[in-house]
């Protein structure tokens, strides 16, 4: 829901979220439903109308939902087809809150221009579907940068894992100081040596993922979950919100 919907008292829906009420959530009157805006806030709300083409919700108080720490910043590869779009939507499951998918030397897939632009924009809308099914309250960021040492000056993180086959494994445990994590995974065919270097360079970890070679598109996916389990908290619920 729209950041200046979400207020308390009654507010008529229609449209996607309407439809989304009633087919995906084939929620009914008298049902509570949980709202949020995509930037942090929720509220419950109770069903009071619904027709074929609108709903009416009574909406609670309005609560800012504590984010989880430390926040996650997955690092990928462009990866070919549906599987990217997998990628991304199990990103936002686990906890990613921000999604960086670079030029890796190695990646079948080479995107520019309006192919680029266009394929941002499909994940943008896979990851705000992926949000919305999850309960999150705040919307993950999915953004295109070029090549893997170009990006990790502008991180601005606290820790990095590099996801490296044959590496230890990760810790279990975060220092409660690491507020901003990343993590990095590269394509198919491997990280490049200089990409390593780059990585390794700018003070990144190196971590394996267990005895079996991952594909592109699961690696980040486990790597997360990992960083999110040894950080201590849970993606964030309706348990931390601050009314």
């Not at 009071?48 to 083409?53: A, E, F, L, Q």
Request: proline share 6%; net charge neutral; glycine share 12%.
């Amino acid at each position: 829901m729209a950041a200046s919907r979400l207020v308390s008292g009654p507010v008529d829906i229609d449209g996607d979220e309407h439809r989304y009420l009633g087919l995906a959530r084939r929620a009914r009157v008298g049902d509570e439903v949980e709202l949020f805006d995509g930037a942090g806030r929720a509220a419950r709300a109770r069903v009071v109308r619904m027709s074929t083409s609108s709903s009416t919700l009574e909406v609670g108080p309005v609560g800012q939902v504590v984010p989880a720490r430390p926040e996650l910043v997955a690092v990928v590869p462009w990866i070919k087809g549906e599987r990217m779009d997998w990628c991304v939507e199990k990103l936002v499951e686990v906890g990613a809150a921000r999604i960086v998918v670079f030029a890796a030397a190695r990646a079948v897939v080479q995107l520019d221009g309006e192919r680029l632009r266009g394929r941002i924009d499909r994940l943008g809308r896979a990851a705000a579907a992926a949000a919305r099914q999850a309960g999150r309250a705040d919307l993950p960021v999915v953004e295109a940068a070029a090549a893997l040492a170009t990006v990790l000056p502008g991180l601005a993180v606290d820790a990095g894992w590099l996801c490296l086959p044959g590496a230890e494994a990760a810790p279990r445990c975060l220092p409660a100081e690491v507020a901003r994590l990343a993590v990095v995974s590269g394509p198919e065919g491997g990280l490049t040596g200089d990409e390593v270097e780059a990585a390794l360079g700018r003070g990144f970890a190196p971590i394996g993922l267990g005895p079996h070679i991952l594909r592109a598109e699961t690696a980040p996916v486990v790597a997360v979950a990992l960083a999110r389990q040894a950080g201590g908290a849970d993606v964030a619920t309706e348990a931390n919100w601050a009314v």
